[in-house]
């Protein structure tokens, strides 16, 4: 981080005063001026110009700083102006975003500026903002995770701002080069990061910019490192779920015996048990792939306890009005919604169960027009 001379931060202290700012605040405004320098020193951002300050609370914005925070670090800034006799009017001054008019940056707006390049640079492609929107139509298509586009947008948003918006149809293979080297010698990210980085800009060339990398020779790359997992032994195993209480407990031992992800083992429905099999049959695994597991055979009795449990509720809603089960339906996957919304019976709903429901009803608009 930019370092700030002790002086100048002694100076900085003396207008927090002067404002009013508490005492036991001013270690906290500090921060947010370091940070501010830190912001403009990387991205070429002019320190003393007030256009910089929408788009550092944008920053801050994207890394999930709250609402307050982002307030106290506009705060901040605006006394560190006031330091040179510059006193900016945001309640005038707007800033555009996809070309659209934005509020005035002192309203700490909720809307995401875009990042255009510093002044100092000539490039300013007006057809960055679309390339978002065929990203995401690209990972749809492909029925990819929305975990990929985000990972995706991620790493294109840095590349946009590392190349300062050069022209689309300027980018090469030799951008690329030199985003990963940045990646790996100036921000020290790991192998794991450099490889989602790569994957990411590939997917942008081929699908968005309808090019081919060719190839990438003489990238500084961070080598994985060989990883030792820590396995629990079977006397730790059950230490553990002694001291679970229900349904945990029950969660853990499918985990633990049908090696399930935590996200596959909240998503069983009453369908998805074989109990005359003693198999367990997950749809839509990671990578959207199905695969069946057998069931422990000492978790048998606590499986039949925990379906009655769902019938007990099922019925419980049925009899308070709830008969078309529409507060099921609309948390099915896309494959069978349809189909349940056209003929949608109460034994259909039953099976299609959570195993392991929600301690309150959840209920949603979305069919409220076709129940009605």
């Known amino acids: 981080m930019k ?5 100048f931060l002694d100076k900085f202290s003396n207008h927090l005063s002067k404002a009013e700012v508490p ?9 947010w ?16 110009n007030p256009g910089s300050l929408p788009y550092f609370i944008n920053k801050l914005r994207e890394k999930n700083q709250t609402r307050q925070q982002q307030k106290q670090a506009y705060e901040s800034i605006l006394i560190y102006f006031s330091m040179y006799g510059i006193h900016p009017d945001y309640s005038q001054q707007k800033y555009a975003s996809n070309g659209e008019n934005e509020k005035p940056a002192s309203e700490i707006q909720e809307k995401v500026f875009s990042y255009p390049a510093p002044a100092s640079q000539s ?3 007006p057809n960055w903002p679309s390339v978002y929107k065929q990203l995401n139509n690209e990972i749809k298509v492909r029925h990819y995770s929305p975990k990929t586009y985000k990972a995706y947008s991620k790493w294109v948003a840095a590349f946009q701002r590392f190349v300062k918006n050069k022209p689309l149809d300027q980018l090469s293979s030799d951008d690329v080069k030199q985003f990963l080297t940045h990646l ?6 790991s192998a794991s990061a450099q490889n989602q980085a790569f994957n990411g800009l590939l997917f942008f060339f ?5 090019k081919e990398f060719g190839k990438i020779d003489g990238v500084v790359r961070a080598k994985r490192k060989p990883y030792i997992p820590v396995v629990l032994s079977r006397q730790e195993i ?3 779920i002694e001291k679970l209480r229900y349904p945990y407990d029950l969660i853990v031992k499918l985990l633990y015996g049908c090696g399930l992800r935590l996200s596959e ?5 009453m369908n998805n048990l074989n109990f005359d099999a003693r198999i367990l049959t997950i749809h839509d695994g990671k990578g959207k792939k199905d695969r069946t597991l057998p069931l422990p055979e000492s978790i048998l009795p606590e499986l039949y306890a925990q379906v009655d449990v769902v019938k007990k509720i099922h019925l419980s809603d049925l009899n308070q009005g709830f008969n078309h089960g529409w507060a099921v339906v609309i948390f099915l996957n896309s494959r069978i919604l349809s189909r349940y919304c056209a003929a949608c019976s109460n034994a259909r709903v039953s099976a299609a169960s959570f195993i392991f429901a929600s301690r309150s009803r959840i209920t949603s608009s979305r069919f409220s027009s076709s129940a009605s």
């Not at 370092?3 to 002086?7: F, L, R, W």
């Not at 001026?33 to 003393?48: M, P, T």
């Not at 790996?184 to 990210?189: E, G, I, S």
């Open 33 to 48: 001026l370091r940070y501010y320098a830190d912001f403009c020193s990387k991205y070429g951002y002019e320190s003393k």
């Open 184 to 189: 790996a010698v100036d921000q020290h990210c």
């Open 3 to 7: 370092t700030i001379p002790q002086e």
């Open 206 to 210: 081929r699908h968005i910019l309808n």
């Open 238 to 240: 059950d230490l553990i």
């Open 123 to 125: 490039y300013d492609d």
């Open 265 to 269: 083992c909240m998503n069983i429905r």
């Open 23 to 31: 005492l036991n605040q001013h270690i906290f405004y500090k921060k």
